[in-house]
């Protein structure tokens, strides 16, 4: 029988061997850390992106940032005395984990820019918390309770206002860019559903595999098709690109996977509807990009679901 998220919660808390609750509460609050660094150091993301796409095309760009990370969490994970060897079980899940957590991710939602705003493919792109609860029913068995849905809603809401200025006209010339950003947002949210639970191996690891081989066909379809200009990188622009190698493409990565281990998927990609909104947040303090009554609106409604999403009974 299906059983509601709060159900299967209380049956974990009353089953019994188990961590005490001062346990289950303090890595629930290292989750919902985790959760926060992440969307933090994504939406920062789009203002490095901002530059550095004013000198090396997205796919590249990406690419190369991830590969660079990888090499540097693994040279991490070696530091620590973690094993980077897979086990041969684990392959399959490895690689549909890196299609679905990174290459479908960052390489689906750049290449939607090039037929669709920057608006348009947010709007489209953060309707992954919808996939992920919908997911989350038949994989997982939790379905969604009337407090999940609340908070979908309103974080919905609030990226709906936020982008609401933007004139969405799915043409023809627009379908390519429409099922790129819809494939990044179905991908993602099946591997947030699917990778609750954590590969067989260490995590700097994990991550480590997952960001190279998701992101090395990034850079290999970058090199074939984008024809990316070496020279025309600015000081501003690899400012952005290191940025974007360290923490995005890194550390971000890490605290995704650390959030993914300790919070319920409907949670943690509820949360990650203050990408969005952080990210303009920056914009308009950082690039003076406008900020008004319809961006306050966006961050109450976006705020109060993210909160109503990662509170406890």
Do not use: H
């Not at 961590?19 to 959760?35: F, K, T």
């Not at 992954?128 to 309103?154: D, E, K, N, S, Y």
């Not at 959030?259 to 319920?264: D, E, F, G, S, Y």
């Amino acid at each position: 029988m299906t059983r509601s998220l709060a159900q299967v919660e209380e049956a974990e808390l009353g089953s019994l061997p188990g961590p005490p609750p001062a346990d289950r509460r303090s890595e629930r609050a290292v989750g919902i850390a985790c959760l926060l660094a992440t969307a933090c150091g994504w939406a920062l993301n789009w203002v490095a992106m901002k530059f550095l796409l004013q000198v090396w095309p997205p796919l590249f760009a990406r690419g190369l940032a991830g590969v660079v990370a990888a090499a540097g969490l693994a040279l991490v994970a070696v530091l620590l005395g973690q094993s980077l060897r897979v086990p041969r079980a684990a392959t399959p899940r490895l690689l549909g984990a890196a299609f679905t957590n990174v290459f479908a991710w960052m390489g689906f939602s750049s290449l939607c820019m090039q037929w669709v705003s920057v608006g348009e493919g947010a709007l489209l792109v953060y309707t992954m918390p919808i996939w992920a609860t919908i997911f989350a029913w038949p994989v997982l068995g939790t379905r969604p309770t009337r407090r999940g849905i609340a908070a979908l809603l309103l974080g919905v809401a609030g990226i709906g206002v936020l982008l609401g200025g933007q004139s969405f006209a799915a043409g023809s010339g627009q379908l390519p860019g429409v099922s790129l950003a819809l494939g990044a947002a179905v991908l993602f949210a099946l591997g947030t559903v699917l990778n609750g639970a954590p590969l067989p191996l260490a995590p700097v690891a994990s991550t480590a595999w997952q960001v190279g081989l998701g992101c090395f066909p990034m850079l290999l379809l970058g090199l074939a098709f984008e024809q990316p200009q070496f020279g025309a990188l600015t000081p501003a622009g690899l400012g952005a690109m290191l940025y974007m190698t360290i923490f995005p493409m890194g550390v971000c990565y890490l605290t995704w996977f650390g959030a993914l281990r300790r919070l319920p998927p409907s949670a943690a990609s509820t949360g990650m509807l203050l990408v969005p909104l952080l990210g303009t947040l920056t914009a308009a303090a950082l690039l003076d990009e406008p900020f008004g009554l319809r961006q306050a609106l966006s961050m109450v409604l976006t705020l109060s679901g993210v909160t109503l999403a990662l509170r406890r009974n």
